[in-house]
């Protein structure tokens, strides 16, 4: 079974331009998670999709920032304009449980890392 | 709200030596805990989990327990290897997912 993928693996812009990231959850994953290590520093939730719908974006750092999950399937990130702060890795993550509950566990894609010159 | 603490590092230990890794959490309920590897140049991967206290996860030679009463969930293996090396991070999963800072193990030959 395939797990987790995201594109691009690497992209590097210059401040102001516009980037897409995309997330392809594991097949039949409801839940699908976005995070982003900033600067070396920790692991921040970002949002967080039950198939099409947002169930929690209160990690969203800005309105530069907009993510969406069309047809419930792979999911896009997108931030316009790019900002030097914005330089990182971003990780997709889905599962099938119940999001919270006991048996949940997410498993992580390979990440994207950003480079805003 | 949830946190979770993990020992600063980097670590570097020489091959076969005992790891530990301490994490602690704060949480309000029942939180499952887990360990997650990331490996240089690899995305991160999840290493073993616990789902409610007394449990213990295990995978590759690693163990944790989830300790209620200190809040604790110490990743242990009692020989590293130097295919160890990696930034190891704690998580928990109650009202959110949370993620420690992780630590860097450095294994030499």
């Known amino acids: 079974e395939a797990g987790v993928t995201q594109f691009p693996s690497h992209s590097v812009i210059e401040k102001g331009q516009t980037v897409t990231l995309r997330c392809d959850p594991i097949?039949?994953?409801?839940?699908l998670y976005w995070y982003r290590r900033v600067m070396g520093k920790e692991i921040k939730f970002l949002l967080h999709f039950v198939k099409e719908s947002k169930q929690d974006e209160s990690g969203m750092p800005n309105n530069r920032f907009l993510a969406e999950r069309t047809g419930g399937t792979y999911s896009t990130l997108k931030v316009q304009p790019a900002e030097l702060e914005d330089s990182g890795v971003y990780f997709c993550a889905s599962s099938q449980e119940i999001a919270g509950g006991p048996q949940e566990t997410q498993y992580f894609g390979p990440g994207t890392r950003l480079l805003v010159l | 709200g949830d946190s979770v603490t993990q020992m600063e590092g980097p670590v570097t230990l020489s091959e076969e030596a005992f790891l530990t890794i301490n994490c602690t959490y704060t949480?309000?309920?029942?939180?499952?805990l887990f360990w997650y590897v990331q490996y240089p140049g690899e995305g991160l991967q999840l290493l073993l989990k616990?789902?409610?206290?007394?449990d213990k996860g295990s995978n590759k030679g690693f163990e944790a327990t989830y300790r209620k009463e200190t809040t604790s969930f110490h990743l242990e293996k009692g020989s590293v290897q130097v295919s160890d090396s990696a930034v190891y991070f704690c998580?928990?999963?109650?009202?959110?997912?949370?993620f420690g800072p992780g630590t860097r193990l450095s294994v030499l030959p």
């Open positions: 998580a928990l999963d109650g009202q959110n997912f949370v």
């Open positions: 949480a309000t309920g029942y939180p499952s």
């Open positions: 097949s039949g994953h409801d839940n």
């Open positions: 616990a789902t409610k206290a007394d």
